[in-house]
């Protein structure tokens, strides 16, 4: 029969079974412990990914601000030099219909049919050029691209024309 052992001395009975549950007690507290640091990195990972796509977003918002803002400010600026050309271009046609007028002039006492011919057509390019100053781009595209569908070859006369002027005005300009 077994009897359990109280001598104080004797370490072999119930002092082992003891150990056993002490050791497996510290296990649970390990594995306890261990959980919940898992637990806390897992959460904190969580907190981390979240700041990260928050922070993420937040530049996406104001790198996109700042592009609008950018692609605002050169719209703008593309505008004004637009409309200045736009002044600048309607003041040398205004300046051609002016000499026009003044060749008519010259041309009166010699050949007055020939003279209201150029001065009909210099009024007709001094409306273009008041056309040009009053409307926006927008409008003056939409006046040529109507044009060029009407009138093709009056366009494409036109065009060869400009293009003959542009030609000689930056020839002069570049002797000068």
Known sequence: MNTPNTDPNDFTGSSLSGQTDLQGRTDAKRTGKSAEAIGKLKTSAAETATHLKNAAASVSTDATDYAGSIAS???GAFKEAVETNKTAGADAIANIA?????AADGIEKQSPQVAGMVRSAAEGVERISTDIRDRNVGELLDSVTKFAQRQPAAFFGVGI??????TRIMRSSDRS
Request: aromatic share 0%.
């Open 73 to 75: 400010d050169a719209a």
């Open 98 to 102: 002016h000499s026009v007028k003044e």
């Open 161 to 166: 024309l400009a293009g003959v002027m542009l």
